[in-house]
């Protein structure tokens, strides 16, 4: 399955950045994020458009270099129409081989996935 990019948006220290338009959730495809093994100041916001609540996965990695995939996937529901949820991702449980992190999506789930990283100074 060839996954969706999504696009890190950089924030930079004491300075605002506009909301990413982010990546239309299309789970037949599900989503990956270029994280490049580092997920310590990634965050991701998934928003759910349907009329019904729908899950996100987050999947295991892969060993190296996730050396805590044993701990499995991780679901989380995001509510219905207007639900929005922030998730941070460790990079030892769910990091792949390339360093990207994937998401899963329950079918019919619309909405979209954007993922920001926060500054290094902070």
Do not use: C
Request: glycine share 10%; aromatic share 4%.
């Amino acid at each position: 399955m060839a996954r969706d990019n999504v696009t890190i948006t950089q924030m930079e220290i004491n300075a605002g950045v506009a909301e990413p338009a982010g990546t239309a959730i299309v789970p037949a495809n599900g989503a990956s994020i270029a994280a490049g093994g580092d997920t310590r100041k990634l965050l991701i916001r998934v928003t759910n458009t349907h009329s019904s609540d729908h899950t996100v996965t987050i999947r295991a990695g892969v060993n190296p270099p996730a050396f805590r995939r044993g701990i499995g996937d991780a679901a989380i529901t995001v509510p219905a129409t207007t639900g929005v949820r922030y998730i941070t991702a460790e990079s030892a449980r769910f990091a792949q081989a390339d360093g990207s992190i994937w998401l899963d999506f329950d079918t019919g789930m619309t909405g979209k996935v954007m993922a920001i990283r926060l500054p290094d100074e902070l």
